[in-house]
T-cell receptor
Framework: GQNIDQPTEMTATEGAIVQINCTYQ??????LFWYQQHAGEAPTFLSY????GLEEKGRFSSFLSRSKGYSYLLLKELQMKDSASYLC????????????FGTGTKLQVIP | EPEVTQTPSHQVTQMGQEVILRCVPI?????FYWYRQILGQKVEFLVS????????KSEIFDDQFSVERPDGSNFTLKIRSTKLEDSAMYFC????????????FGPGTRLTVL
């Protein structure tokens, strides 16, 4: 089976940096997704990590450690529009298609 | 940029009625999915569809649900005899391939069962 843990809520200040952690346990591994979801909207793809290390994409970076079953999403220069839920998700492996989502971390950016 | 579209954006129905939620996946994608998100809860996988048949389904996807690709562009989710607990956001998604390929989500249909 697949299990994903991430904090429920976080608060950070506009202009600051925030790190959202995710730990996972999977029976097989085929990478890890991060999605952003604004309230009432669909999840939007942010990143996909399959190898260890940090991948940077503008203000957002994502890190993966396969040996530790751990990932984080780093958001820099926070903006008010970054207030959203951030979903850690594990894609299927072995030919399956079911993506398993964590419960998401609700980030509130304050002035 | 191509995107997944869904109609309607909001559907209100009476308990016991049937609803059909519609999706148009990205045109060159081969795998299609339905997910559900009950208010305040996590996104849950319902079903995946490939080559005109269901390739995987969750325990949620029982006989009350069915999916169909009636033509070359649409992908539908039918919910029969709706229940109050079916009220949720229903997201359609599509991907080029399976397994590690990114799944792109549509804007969702908010289903309210009264």
């Amino acid at each position: 089976g697949q299990n994903i843990d991430q904090p429920t809520e976080m608060t950070a200040t506009e202009g600051a940096i925030v790190q959202i952690n995710c730990t996972y346990q999977t029976s097989g591994f085929n990478g890890l997704f991060w999605y952003q979801q604004h309230a009432g909207e669909a999840p939007t793809f942010l990143s996909y990590n399959v190898l260890d290390g940090l991948e940077e994409k503008g203000r957002f970076s994502s890190f993966l450690s396969r040996s530790k079953g751990y990932s984080y999403l780093l958001l820099k220069e926070l903006q008010m529009k970054d207030s959203a839920s951030y979903l850690c998700a594990v894609p299927p492996h072995g030919g399956y298609q079911k993506v398993t989502f964590g419960t998401g971390t609700k980030l509130q950016v304050i002035p | 940029e191509p995107e997944v579209t869904q109609t309607p954006s909001h559907q209100v129905t009476q308990m016991g009625q049937e609803v059909i939620l519609r999706c148009v996946p990205i045109s060159n994608h081969l795998y299609f999915y339905w997910y559900r998100q009950i208010l305040g809860q996590k996104v849950e996988f319902l079903v995946s569809f490939y080559n005109n048949e269901i390739s995987e389904k969750s325990e949620i996807f029982d006989d009350q649900f069915s999916v169909e690709r009636p033509d070359g562009s649409n992908f539908t989710l039918k919910i029969r005899s709706t229940k109050l607990e079916d009220s949720a956001m229903y997201f359609c998604a599509s991907s080029e391939g399976s397994s590690g390929d990114t799944q792109y989500f549509g804007p969702g249909t908010r289903l309210t069962v009264l």
